[in-house]
């Protein structure tokens, strides 16, 4: 919400590129980098005072800023598309991981393999700067950065314990299940260096757009809860409670 304030962008728009909201997380090409000057000029070209055009509200509506004006604009030798930092805490662990969790729970219930996966985690040992979990993960009620982090370090071998020994209709759930896993923490270690190269950065973008992610997270959609899912159970709640 902060780059939302100060980039004079709306909520679900990406700070950094032109991308549309409805493409993000899909693993689409690259778009345009932000340029607020040239939003700037056009905004001056086709926008009076008093008033706002309907071709231009359009073109803002589409690029996902709105008509205030950018606080950076007019500093000298600063682009503002290069000052958004990405924010591992909230959009990796409490984001991404947060919701790949709540899909994973959803698939090891339906496989019976939820005591599986909390006796794997609760087994973990002690090592360097790992903090060894002191509840099963179905126990935590509220999770911090910290534990997030801890979670990333290790999922992938928890989960593929709590896998061990599918029967033969379950080997291509797991499978797929594990390569998508693997595929988010991949990315997530890589995310984690101090310093990158053009290499680092090359595996980082094959990682996010060109991994087995997109291709095998279609194994958990049926415990991905869209909005519309989440209204209508709230609705069938509430109606189960008058009744």
Aim: hydrophobic share 35%.
């Amino acid at each position: 919400m902060d780059n939302t304030t100060l980039h004079g962008i709306k909520s679900n728009a990406c700070p950094k590129c032109e991308l549309r909201p409805e493409e993000l997380g899909t693993g689409a090409n690259r778009h345009r980098v932000r340029d607020y000057a040239r939003y700037e000029r056009y905004k001056r070209e086709n926008v009076s005072l008093d008033s706002k055009s309907d071709e231009a509200c359009d073109t803002y509506e589409t690029l996902g800023i709105k008509m205030g004006q950018n606080v950076f604009q007019g500093l000298e030798r600063v682009s503002m598309s290069d000052l958004h930092m990405t924010d591992l805490l909230h959009t990796i662990y409490l984001g991404l991981f947060k919701h790949m969790m709540d899909w994973i729970q959803g698939f090891l219930k339906k496989h019976s393999r939820q005591e599986a996966f909390d006796d794997a985690w609760k087994a973990l040992p002690p090592y360097s700067e790992f903090f060894v979990p002191k509840k099963a993960y179905s126990e935590v009620t509220q999770w911090q950065g910290k534990e997030m982090r801890n979670l990333g370090r290790c999922l992938l071998g928890v989960l593929a314990v709590a896998l061990r020994q599918p029967d033969n209709s379950q080997i291509h759930s797991f499978k797929r299940a594990l390569t998508c896993v693997r595929s988010l923490c991949d990315l997530t270690m890589m995310a984690q260096y101090q310093s990158h190269t053009a290499e680092t950065i090359q595996y980082m973008e094959d990682y996010a757009e060109h991994s087995s992610f997109h291709e095998t997270k279609d194994i958990f959609l049926e415990f991905r809860g869209s909005k519309r899912t989440q209204a209508k159970a709230d609705e069938l709640r509430r109606e189960l409670r008058r009744q």
